[in-house]
């Protein structure tokens, strides 16, 4: 898998900084090969916010024209009440994708921000097993639960058809969210032998401690990606009880990127909780790209 391959150093040099003995922890420079390794999944996300009569012959332009081959064999959502999605066959890869939209980026940071939500336990009949300790934003579950059996009987169709031995599930914005509930929730469905990935963006915090420490032990595939000062990735606020796993890439200006350590807690001033301390100092602007060239959002489906 040469995508996957590449971007899984850059996940590797995460853990071994977690590893470093050093009470400060140091970044890992990305390669412009690491770097570069993102583009196929950047694609994928900004495809997930084309709509859906685009998505099903692989007509969206840009994003579909830099992936021929993908086979999209489910959509869904109304962009309104139920976020759009995606379901293919990846033969590139051998691999089934998953892809989530996201939501309109002003607005996202008004529902974050407001107090009008809280954590919860996740539903035990989607993931089987997990204590009602590892709790995540009420919303987000909620989003999740409207599409999550059908799309899980999607991959399972798929991976029985195919053949395929690796789940993708990819999103940004509100769709990162969702697509880091599904890393979870496809490791909890899925044979032990079908391997999980999940590549985001522009992420929110979606759960807490409990859960963030569940993301790292049962996922460890895992890469968020920030860009620059985009402020969507430090809400909600740790201090509401929320936390993001490992995994972070942080793009601290084009072409120049690292992997920053920890659970949330990085202390180098190029990661992103250093970087943008708070949402006044972020720029809105930034979560919609570029991600090394590509902007993801709605406008940007051409």
């Known amino acids: 898998m040469r995508f996957s391959s590449a971007l899984f150093c850059a996940v590797s040099a995460v853990t071994a900084a977690l590893a470093a003995p050093a009470t400060k922890r140091s970044v890992t420079a990305l390669s412009s090969s690491q770097l570069a390794s993102f583009t196929p999944f950047t694609q994928f996300a900004r495809a997930a916010y084309c709509p859906s009569s685009k998505i099903q012959g692989w007509q969206c332009g840009q994003a579909c024209d830099a992936l021929p081959g993908f086979q999209p064999t489910l959509t869904g959502g109304d962009g309104d009440a139920v976020q759009l999605f995606f379901v293919g066959y990846w033969p590139q890869e051998n691999s089934v994708v998953v892809a989530h939209e996201g939501t309109d980026?002003?607005?996202?940071?008004?529902?974050?921000t407001d107090v009008n939500f809280f954590l919860d336990a996740?539903?035990?009949s989607l993931f089987?097993?997990?204590?009602?300790?590892?709790?995540?934003?009420?919303?987000?579950?909620?989003?999740?639960?409207?599409?999550?059996?059908?799309?899980?009987?999607?991959?399972?169709?798929?991976?029985?058809?195919?053949?395929?031995?690796q789940v993708i599930t990819i999103g940004h914005s509100l769709g990162g969210a969702l697509a880091e509930l599904d890393s979870l929730f496809f490791t909890l469905q899925l044979p032990s032998n079908i391997h999980v990935k999940a590549v985001t963006y522009g992420t929110p915090r979606v759960g807490n401690p409990a859960f963030a420490s569940m993301i790292d032990s049962k996922v460890p595939d895992f890469v968020r990606v920030?860009?620059?000062?985009?402020?969507?990735?430090?809400v909600p606020g740790r201090f509401l009880g929320f936390q993001h796993p490992h995994g972070e890439i942080h793009i601290v200006s084009p072409g120049n990127a690292v992997a920053c350590a920890g659970d949330d807690d990085a202390d180098d001033s190029q990661c992103t909780i250093k970087t943008v301390p708070n949402i006044l100092e972020g720029d809105i602007l930034n979560h919609l790209g570029p991600y090394e060239g590509i902007h993801i959002g709605t406008i940007f489906c051409n």
């Open 105 to 112: 980026p002003v607005q996202f940071e008004s529902d974050l």
């Open 122 to 124: 996740l539903d035990t």
């Open 128 to 165: 089987p097993g997990v204590t009602s300790d590892v709790q995540v934003h009420n919303g987000f579950a909620a989003e999740h639960a409207k599409t999550a059996s059908t799309i899980l009987a999607e991959v399972k169709r798929l991976i029985s058809q195919k053949g395929a031995n």
């Open 226 to 234: 920030n860009n620059e000062k985009d402020l969507i990735p430090i």
